[in-house]
């Protein structure tokens, strides 16, 4: 049965940093590009960063370029955002989503994602 599950939010100060994990199962983990999307309160979710199935074709929305990192390890299932310089406008609920159908080597983007995790909330405050 296919999980995903996000960890590593919580509560940061501004400028601070952190990790999400987006641990998968039930799945073979190398068939799907992924996305990390977020979702503030009173917003629409927004597509935050990508990363296809090889790993090396990365994409980022504009507000978070130079600030945050994705990576993936298909030996252990698990994607990762890196989360540098956060800002209160980061706050947010932060998932990750898979998206099956692409080639190995084929870029990756925010539209047809077919699971999706929980989410893992992310506040930055002081």
């Given at each position: 049965?296919?999980q995903?599950?996000?960890?590593?939010?919580?509560?940061?100060?501004?400028?601070?940093?952190?990790?999400?994990?987006?641990a998968?199962?039930?799945?073979?983990?190398d068939?799907?590009?992924?996305?990390?999307?977020?979702?503030?309160?009173?917003?629409?979710?927004?597509?935050?960063?990508c990363?296809?199935?090889?790993?090396?074709?990365?994409?980022?929305?504009?507000?978070?370029?130079?600030?945050f990192?994705?990576s993936?390890?298909n030996?252990?299932?698990t994607?990762?955002?890196?989360m540098?310089?956060?800002?209160?406008?980061?706050?947010?609920?932060?998932?990750?989503?898979l998206?099956?159908?692409t080639?190995?080597?084929?870029?990756?983007?925010?539209?047809?994602?077919?699971?999706?995790?929980k989410g893992?909330?992310?506040?930055v405050?002081?």
């Amino acid at each position: 049965q296919l999980q995903l599950v996000e960890s590593g939010g919580g509560l940061v100060q501004p400028g601070g940093s952190l990790r999400l994990s987006c641990a998968a199962s039930g799945i073979t983990f190398d068939y799907y590009a992924i996305g990390w999307f977020r979702q503030a309160p009173g917003k629409e979710r927004e597509g935050v960063s990508c990363i296809n199935r090889a790993g090396g074709i990365t994409k980022y929305a504009d507000s978070v370029k130079g600030r945050f990192t994705v990576s993936r390890d298909n030996a252990k299932n698990t994607v990762y955002l890196q989360m540098n310089s956060l800002q209160p406008e980061d706050t947010a609920v932060y998932y990750c989503a898979l998206r099956g159908g692409t080639n190995w080597f084929e870029e990756c983007d925010y539209y047809g994602m077919e699971y999706w995790g929980k989410g893992t909330l992310v506040t930055v405050s002081s």
